[in-house]
């Protein structure tokens, strides 16, 4: 049952030394407060670099293609060599954990509509191609099986691209572009979802076109250096790098112990590092946090055996007059948890919005494709925070209500 004369006596007594109780409490609300703001700080550095990366496959793999370091069965060292459509139909056939296959051409030149132009990179491309990078649509459609299969001259252009050769707000679809001296029809328009991260070229400063029309039009025959892939589910990404460097190898006579002759890396490596690299600072955040917060604790639980010293006869005169062990218990651990409470709801309330603030200032009006570190603090931490506040300060305040309990009522008494 709440005894309200209790609280009241808790509080009288430490407002009866505010000087030492305000700086007593000034340290755990220090710790609470640098404990926010770092945790704040570090949620919004994950954040900030994790948005790079989103909608690109995070599975996804990549191969390009070298020379030879070592001869084999008839072949010279040092060979130039190139992938063809037989590699993709011999990886849909015998890798187990090929999801997508997306290879890519490369060209540069120039893109003319009218007067206006712009040098811009030109990507030869399979529909995949925006499984493994999404792109945000904002005018009709990607690139698809038809213009494939057909060798349609047409072309899905980037942000960047769209604002040189087209006026703010004009429909672009249906209008003719010059790239390469060969006119395509713009069939979309769009960016990628992932603002630092990308293969080749930039998706905003790059004209796609269908593979098979680029492979046609500047001449490549069957020939390309450069392929994408991603993990089907349940599978690695270092599986797939395994499996299409033995297929493609064995496809064209190129030795099994060549590891120069076809380069290759996984996105999923670099996710797994980062991953390591945020647990790391997450540890370090906690570690530092918990320690400004424990250098509170533990002077709250000095001034609380402090204060059981100089209360002696007091505590005396209550075992003496009948107060049971559980009333001096709860007086000690009642005054320890509101003067940690309430200092700590400061540091708490104050970190909150520090960060809110700069949340404000920082998140609004950020343009596209810039990163920006924008502190924060979930609800799910806000909850943990408090139980470990509260806990710490019962655990302050138990040591000195455990001293009190042991004064015995005739030497409190005696005590000068």
């Keep these: 049952m709440f005894d309200i004369d209790k609280w009241k006596e808790i509080w009288a007594t430490i407002a009866r030394n505010k000087t030492r109780s305000i700086l007593t409490a000034f340290g755990v609300s220090w710790g609470l407060f640098m404990f926010i703001i770092l945790v704040g700080f570090g949620n919004g550095f994950r954040q900030g670099i994790m948005s790079n990366f989103e909608g690109f496959a995070s599975n996804s793999c990549f191969f390009y293609t070298s020379r030879t370091s070592e001869a084999y069965k008839g072949h010279r060292k040092g ?118 991260v990308y293969v080749g070229s930039n998706p905003s400063r790059t004209v796609y076109i269908p593979f098979t029309t680029l492979q046609q039009t500047v001449s490549r025959g069957d020939a390309f250096w450069f392929l994408g892939c991603t993990a089907k589910p349940g599978y690695r990404a270092s599986m797939v790098e395994q499996e299409v460097k033995e297929i493609i190898k064995a496809n064209h006579d190129i030795s099994p112990t060549d590891q120069k002759a076809m380069g290759s890396f996984n996105l999923e490596e670099q996710f797994k590092q980062i991953n390591n690299l945020f647990s790391g600072i997450n540890i370090l955040i906690w570690i530092v946090g918990m320690g400004a917060l424990l250098s509170g604790i533990i002077g709250i639980s000095n001034i609380m055996l402090v204060t059981v010293r100089e209360r002696m006869r007091e505590i005396g005169v209550r075992r003496a007059i009948g107060a049971k062990p559980f009333t001096i218990l709860s007086q000690i651990l009642g005054e320890s948890f509101v003067l940690t409470t309430l200092a700590g709801l400061a540091g708490f309330i104050f970190g909150v919005a520090i960060l809110t603030g700069l949340q404000q200032v920082m998140g609004g009006g950020v343009p596209d494709g810039d990163m920006v570190i924008v502190p924060f603090v979930s609800f799910n931490l806000a909850l943990v925070a408090m139980a470990i506040l509260i806990v710490s300060s019962l655990l302050a305040g138990l040591m000195p209500a455990l001293r009190a309990l042991r004064i015995k009522a005739i030497d409190a008494i005696r005590d000068e």
């Design 79 to 196: 060979r130039y060599w190139s992938m063809n459509s037989k590699d993709l139909r011999l990886i849909r056939e015998k890798a187990r954990s090929v999801e997508y296959l997306a290879p890519m051409l490369f060209t540069d030149g120039t893109s003319v509509r009218g007067n206006k132009r712009g040098s811009y990179s030109c990507c030869g491309v399979f529909p995949d191609q925006f499984k493994i990078q999404q792109m945000d649509v904002q005018y009709g459609r990607l690139i698809n099986e038809i213009d494939i299969a057909e060798r349609r001259k047409v072309c899905f252009i980037g942000q960047e691209v769209y604002e040189t050769l087209f006026d703010v707000g004009e429909n672009p679809l249906g209008e003719s572009i010059r790239v390469g001296g060969i006119y395509y029809q713009v069939v979309g328009v769009g960016k990628s979802v992932s603002t630092g």
